[in-house]
Nanobody, 123 residues
C-alpha cells in the first residue's frame, strides 16, 4: 500500500489547512487510518485516528476541538481539517494505515506510512 499525503504549507497562526491522504489500494477501507506529526528534534506523536467506517475518531488533547478527521472509502482518502493553527502545530505530518479496523495512538498500531507533508505555522 502506498500513501500519498498532500496539503501542507505555510500559514499564519489562526489560519487553516486541509491535509489529504490517498491510499493506492481499496483494501484500506477495512483498516483504521491516522495522522501523526514530528517536529524537528522531537518524537513522532499521535494527532488523530479514524476507524474503518469513519464513525469514530480520536484526537490528541493538543488538537481537540481544532482538528477534524474524516474519510471517504470510495476514494481511499482521509482528510485532516486543521483550524485555528498554532506555531506549535509546525511539523512534518504523516498519514498511516492501521493494522486493524480500529486504530490507536501508538505508532506500532500502524503498518503503512506516507512520506509526510510539511506544515509550518508562523506567529
Amino acid at each position: 500500500v502506498q500513501l500519498q499525503a498532500s496539503g501542507g504549507g505555510l500559514v499564519q497562526a489562526g489560519g487553516s489547512l486541509r491535509l489529504s491522504c490517498q491510499a493506492s489500494r481499496r483494501t484500506v477501507s477495512n483498516n483504521a487510518m491516522g495522522w501523526f506529526r514530528q517536529a524537528p528534534g522531537q518524537e513522532r506523536e499521535f494527532v488523530a485516528s479514524i476507524d474503518w467506517r469513519g464513525s469514530t475518531s480520536h484526537y490528541a488533547d493538543s488538537v481537540m476541538g481544532r482538528f477534524t478527521l474524516s474519510r471517504d472509502n470510495a476514494k481511499n482518502t482521509v482528510v485532516l481539517t486543521m483550524n485555528n493553527l498554532k506555531p506549535e502545530d509546525t511539523a512534518l505530518y504523516y498519514c498511516a494505515v492501521a493494522l486493524r479496523p480500529y486504530g490507536g495512538a501508538d505508532t506500532s498500531s500502524y503498518r503503512y506510512w506516507g512520506q509526510g507533508t510539511l506544515v509550518t505555522v508562523s506567529s
